[in-house]
Structure formats: structure tokens, C-alpha cells
């Protein structure tokens, strides 16, 4: 079981890479792109944690898999996947911590605590961008 949530945590940062990449380049709103390249340098690292931890565990790197392909579709769609996949990741974490110990639950509680922070994000995203097309 453990081993199946590290490759589901694997594939969902992979995801939020791309998700997060696709948002750089169509985001029209410049008070969202910092945040942004703070969230994908976290994203680089989660995945290269989670290849560490996975290792330790499988003895062997995971696989990067093809079948995580990201949708392609307007800035509010991206947003609202974002969210999903950050509730995602909350949610294995939460599964993956309780059969750690020591550091790499530490890294499970930590990927927690900002799953859900980057997830207020993008809740904050759409919002921001609901009242824009409101007020319009």
C-alpha cells in the first residue's frame, strides 16, 4: 500500500508541475506569477523528496508515467485542476504519514501543511478572478 501512495504522490507533483507551468505562461494577472514560481521550485523539490523517500523504500527510483497527461484548457480550468490535484495530494499525505516514521513522516506532515496552503491559493485564484468577471 505504501508503495502505491508514493507513486500516486510521484505522479500528482508531476501533474502539479505542469499544471503550475501552463498557469505561468497563461496567467494574465502579474500579482499571481511570483507565487507561482514559488509554487513550482517547491514542486522540483517535493518530487526529487518523494523519489528520495521512495527509493529508500523500493530500492529503486519511481517511474515517471505517461498517463498523468495534463489537460489542456482555459486559465479557469487550470486553476480549478490545480485545486483538485493539491486536494489530491492532501489527501495522500494524510494516508502516507500514518505508515512513516522519523523524517520521512516529518516530509509527509510538511507536504501536508502546504498541499492545503497552495490549495487556499488557487481557492484565492479563483475567487480573485470570479469578482473580476462579476464586476465586468
Known amino acids: 500500500m505504501m508503495i502505491g501512495t ?7 507533483t508531476s501533474v502539479s508541475q ?6 505561468m505562461a497563461r496567467l ?6 511570483q507565487q507561482l ?7 522540483q523539490k517535493q518530487y526529487e523528496l518523494w523519489q528520495y523517500i521512495y527509493f ?3 530500492g529503486r527510483y519511481g ?19 490545480a485545486l483538485g490535484n493539491e486536494i489530491k495530494k492532501a489527501m495522500l499525505c494524510y494516508e502516507l504519514r500514518a505508515a512513516l516514521s522519523g523524517a520521512p513522516q516529518q516530509a509527509a506532515d510538511r507536504a501536508l501543511e502546504r498541499a492545503l496552503e497552495y490549495g487556499k491559493l ?12 462579476i464586476q465586468r
Not at 505542469?18 to 498557469?23: C, F, I, S
Open 6 to 12: 508514493l507513486k500516486q504522490i510521484l505522479q500528482a
Open 18 to 23: 505542469r499544471l503550475g507551468e501552463k498557469l
Open 28 to 33: 494574465p494577472e502579474e500579482r499571481w506569477k
Open 37 to 43: 514560481a514559488s509554487y513550482l521550485q517547491y514542486e
Open 56 to 58: 529508500l523504500i523500493a
Open 63 to 81: 517511474e515517471k508515467s505517461v498517463d498523468d497527461e495534463v489537460m489542456d484548457g482555459s486559465v479557469d480550468d487550470l486553476v480549478n485542476a
Open 122 to 133: 488557487f481557492v484565492m485564484m479563483m475567487q480573485t478572478r470570479l469578482t473580476d468577471q
